[in-house]
């Protein structure tokens, strides 16, 4: 894919990746030149460059090329997508906007935020360290996948037999879905960091379907396949 995108293109996004490497991904599409997705599976920002042409009003030579970009968000106060004909400079000056806002998104809200889950996201980090040195880019392997589609599965039976809590229940399980779906494009960190955070809300449900789900976790089939250990 990477020789598929214009090096000026790469050079820009690999800069901000090693500032920010779990901020956004790249998702592979052959009709888009590229196409950056923010890294939170509930959000739906995105930044993708779909086309790039010469710009034959330009008086120089070589003539500068225009990049069409569709992005959200534009603004602050507006959520809403943009569809833009970039120069180069411009085109940096578009995508740094573009980074600002998903850090400051990322950023703690009082209001928003649920606090207890993360809370016990905090307290779980212990059990969820990935020790494969390509966790950060590769995917877990196909038998793995299937492997952890059947834990989640599990999970979801969990959750769905509880008779309280429904608006959290809900939540859970439209998490599970989500990282089912998306498994097979996500890295082994993703992963494991989703299901850290599925486990994390089951313990606000109740310290008993919180224990159950990650006893599930720690059981040798699920466990030493995502972890290592």
């Not at 710009?55 to 959520?79: C, E, G, Q, R, T």
């Not at 935020?113 to 392997?141: H, T």
């Not at 006893?215 to 290592?228: D, L, P, Q, R, S």
Request: glycine residues 2%.
């Amino acid at each position: 894919m990477k020789k598929t995108v214009p090096l000026s293109i790469r050079r820009m996004i690999d800069s901000y990746t090693k500032e920010h490497p779990d901020l956004f991904k790249v998702v592979s599409n052959k009709s888009d030149i590229i196409k950056l997705v923010d890294a939170d599976p509930e959000s739906d920002f995105y930044f993708q460059i779909y086309d790039a042409q010469e710009n034959h009003s330009s008086n120089k030579k070589p003539a500068d090329i225009l990049f069409s970009v569709y992005y959200v968000p534009y603004h602050h106060d507006i959520l809403e997508p943009v569809d833009l004909n970039l120069n180069r400079d411009n085109l940096k000056i578009h995508f740094e906007k573009w980074i600002k806002f998903l850090i400051d998104f990322n950023k703690p809200s009082v209001a928003f935020e649920d606090n207890i889950s993360q809370a016990y996201y905090d307290e779980l980090e212990p059990k969820f360290q990935n020790v494969d040195e390509d966790a950060d880019f590769a995917p877990f392997s196909i038998e793995q996948q299937k492997t952890i589609t059947l834990f989640l599965n599990e999970c979801k039976k969990v959750v769905n037999a509880q008779k309280k809590d429904i608006g959290d229940a809900k939540s859970i399980v439209a998490l599970i879905e989500e990282t089912k779906r998306t498994m097979s494009r996500s890295t082994k960190k993703e992963v494991v960091n989703t299901i850290r955070k599925i486990i994390a809300k089951s313990f606000k449900m109740g310290l008993d379907i919180g224990e159950r789900l990650l006893v599930k976790f720690t059981a040798e089939f699920a466990y030493k396949m995502i972890t290592g250990h």
